[in-house]
C-alpha cells in the first residue's frame, strides 16, 4: 500500500505511464479515505498495488524504510523509452544492475516512490 497525495495523479501515472489497469476504488466516509487497487491483471491471478488517499492529506514523508516496488519488464530498455514517451521520469536509466548482470531501470511515481524496472531472465 502507497500512500498519495493526490489520487487522480497516481491512478493517471500507474494506468497511463506503467500500463496497469484500476482495478477498483471505493470511499470510506467515515474514515475520510479513497482505496484504490491497480495491477496489470486480476486480483485473483496477479498482484496488486494499492493506493490509499487520505482526504485532505496532499503529501507524505516516504520514510527511510521503505526501498522501492520491483516489475518485471521483457525488455527494460523497450519499457524506459516507453515510460519516457509517456511522461514517466526515469530516474536510473537501463542499464546492468550494481556487481551484476541483470537490466534494470528505476522509475520515479508523482509522490516519490521509486519503482526498479527487472529484464527477465
Same mark, same amino acid.
Given at each position: 500500500?502507497?500512500?498519495? %497525495?493526490?489520487?487522480?495523479? @497516481?491512478?493517471? *501515472?500507474?494506468?497511463?505511464?506503467? !500500463?496497469?489497469?484500476?482495478? $477498483?476504488?471505493?470511499?470510506?466516509?467515515? %474514515?475520510?479515505?479513497?482505496?484504490?487497487?491497480? !495491477?496489470?491483471? @486480476?486480483?485473483?491471478? #496477479?498482484?496488486?498495488?494499492?493506493?490509499?488517499? #487520505?482526504?485532505?492529506?496532499?503529501?507524505?514523508?516516504?520514510?527511510? +524504510? *521503505?526501498?522501492?516496488?520491483?516489475?518485471?519488464?521483457?525488455?527494460?530498455?523497450?519499457?524506459?523509452?516507453?515510460?519516457?514517451?509517456?511522461?514517466?521520469?526515469? /530516474?536510473?536509466?537501463?542499464?546492468?544492475? #550494481? +556487481?551484476?548482470?541483470? /537490466?534494470?531501470? *528505476?522509475?520515479?511515481?508523482?509522490? !516519490?516512490?521509486?519503482?526498479?524496472?527487472? %529484464?527477465? $531472465?
Amino acid at each position: 500500500m502507497l500512500r498519495v %497525495g493526490d489520487l487522480q495523479r @497516481s491512478i493517471a *501515472f500507474y494506468t497511463e505511464v506503467l !500500463g496497469m489497469r484500476l482495478l $477498483r476504488q471505493k470511499d470510506y466516509p467515515k %474514515g475520510e479515505f479513497t482505496l484504490a487497487f491497480l !495491477g496489470y491483471g @486480476s486480483e485473483a491471478e #496477479n498482484s496488486v498495488i494499492e493506493l490509499t488517499y #487520505n482526504w485532505g492529506v496532499d503529501s507524505y514523508e516516504i520514510g527511510s +524504510a *521503505f526501498g522501492h516496488i520491483a516489475i518485471e519488464v521483457d525488455d527494460v530498455y523497450r519499457a524506459c523509452e516507453e515510460i519516457k514517451s509517456r511522461g514517466g521520469k526515469i /530516474i536510473r536509466d537501463a542499464g546492468p544492475m #550494481n +556487481a551484476g548482470t541483470t /537490466i534494470i531501470a *528505476f522509475v520515479e511515481d508523482p509522490d !516519490g516512490y521509486q519503482i526498479e524496472l527487472i %529484464g527477465k $531472465r
